[in-house]
């Protein structure tokens, strides 16, 4: 099983990136996903959440109104729309899956089994 995050890279303040997250060795349709990130020197955090059908999201109150998760199912990829960039969203952001079927969104890392490597997001001012 593996988690296969891309599309990170360098952006100016203001500026828009869009990640993806494509998951292999199994199906995640019916897992919640999620992405978090992690600045240097600062421990991990929670981005964004997506329910498994897609219907119900969760988002950071840093990142709320700027970001935008969402998943299709159908290519076992997830996206995030990560628009009107901060510096202070400098970061490497990782996806990951829970793997306990059809429960609820959740903000804590520890529900997450499966992890993707990371990519590297550098917003500069």
């Known amino acids: 099983v593996q988690l296969q995050a891309s599309g990170g890279g360098l952006v100016q303040s203001g500026g828009s990136l869009r990640l993806s997250c494509a998951a292999s060795g199994r199906t995640f349709s019916s897992n919640v996903m999620g992405w978090f990130r992690q600045a240097p020197g600062k421990e991990r955090e929670f981005v964004a959440a997506?329910?498994?059908?897609?219907?119900?999201?969760d988002y950071a109150d840093s990142v709320k109104g700027r970001f935008t998760i969402s998943r299709d199912n159908a290519k076992n990829t997830m996206y995030l729309q990560m628009n009107s960039l901060k510096p202070e969203d400098t970061a490497v952001y990782y996806c990951?899956?829970?793997?306990?079927?059809?429960?609820?969104?959740?903000?804590?890392?520890?529900?997450?089994?499966?992890w993707g490597q990371g990519t590297q997001v550098t917003v500069s001012s």
């Open positions: 997506i329910s498994w059908g897609g219907r119900s999201t």
């Open positions: 990951a899956a829970d793997a306990i079927n059809y429960r609820g969104i959740t903000r804590s890392s520890a529900y997450y089994y499966h």
